[in-house]
C-alpha cells in the first residue's frame, strides 16, 4: 500500500527565505508525482506535476524534485513572500496506469510573514 | 469554463437526516473524483467514475454513502443515515484523462458538511 508522508508538518519563515518542502512515498512505481497548494476553506490548485522519466520542474519560482528510486520530491520556493502562506501536498498515484486513484500526504502548513 | 461547481458550499444537518452534496464538473473531463478531508485523516478518495461508471469506491466509507453520475455533466454524493463522524469538508475534483498520466485534477471548492 502507497504511503506519502510530508515533513515538517508547518513551517513559518520570514518574507524573503528560501525553503524547502519535502515529500516520501513508498513505492517506488509511480508515473508521477503532484504538487498541490490549498488555501484555507479553498480547494486545491495543482502547482506542478513530475513525470517520472523526469527529475525536476520549474514554474516560476518553485521548483519540484523527483528521486524515484529513494522515493523523494522536494518543492523548493525562492524568495518566499506572504502569498505563499498555504497547505502544500503532494501526491501520487497508486494502482498502475489504468488507475486514477491519488494518494495524498497530509501537508504542509506554511506561513510567510512580513 | 467556471471549474468544478460544487453545492452547496456549507451544509448544517441533524443527526440521521439524509444530505446530499452535488458536483458539476469541467466540461469534457472524462474522470470525476470524490474526496473527504479531515484534519485527521488527512484527504482521502471515496470514489471516482470514468465517463460516468464508478471505478473504484473502496474508498466509501459504508452503506450509508452513495453516489452517483447520471451524465457527464453531473453528479450527487449522499449520505443516509448523517452521523456527526461524517462530519468534514467533500470535494469534488475531475481530470480530462487519467491522472497516472499527464493530466493533473481540478479542484472545486468543497462542501463543509456538519452534523450535529
Known amino acids: 500500500k502507497q504511503e506519502v508522508t510530508q515533513i515538517p508538518a508547518a513551517l513559518s519563515v520570514p518574507e524573503g527565505e528560501n525553503l524547502v518542502l519535502n515529500c516520501s512515498f513508498t513505492?517506488?512505481?509511480?508515473?508521477?508525482l503532484q504538487w498541490f497548494r490549498q488555501d484555507p476553506g479553498k480547494g486545491l490548485t495543482s502547482l506542478l506535476l513530475i513525470q517520472s522519466s523526469q527529475r525536476e520542474q520549474t514554474s516560476g519560482r518553485l521548483n519540484a524534485s523527483l528521486d524515484k528510486s529513494s522515493g523523494r520530491s522536494t518543492l523548493y520556493i525562492a524568495a518566499s513572500q506572504p502569498g505563499d502562506s498555504a497547505t502544500y501536498l503532494c501526491a501520487v498515484p497508486t494502482g498502475g496506469t489504468s488507475y486514477g486513484k491519488l494518494t495524498f500526504g497530509q501537508g504542509t502548513i506554511l506561513t510567510v510573514h512580513p | 469554463d467556471a471549474g468544478v461547481i460544487q453545492s452547496p458550499r456549507h451544509e448544517v444537518t441533524e443527526m440521521g437526516q439524509e444530505v446530499t452534496l452535488r458536483c458539476k464538473p469541467i466540461?469534457?473531463?472524462?474522470?470525476l473524483f470524490w474526496y473527504r478531508q479531515t484534519m485527521m485523516r488527512g484527504l482521502e478518495l471515496l470514489i471516482y467514475f470514468n465517463n460516468n461508471v464508478p471505478i473504484d469506491d473502496s474508498g466509501m466509507p459504508e452503506d450509508r454513502f452513495s453516489a452517483k453520475m447520471p451524465n457527464a455533466s453531473f453528479s450527487t454524493l449522499k449520505i443516509q443515515p448523517s452521523e456527526p463522524r461524517d462530519s468534514a469538508v467533500y470535494f469534488c475534483a475531475s481530470s480530462l484523462t487519467n491522472p497516472a498520466n499527464t493530466d493533473t485534477q481540478y479542484f472545486g471548492p468543497g462542501t463543509r458538511l456538519t452534523v450535529l
Open positions: 466540461s469534457g473531463h472524462d474522470y
Open positions: 513505492d517506488s512505481a509511480i508515473y508521477n
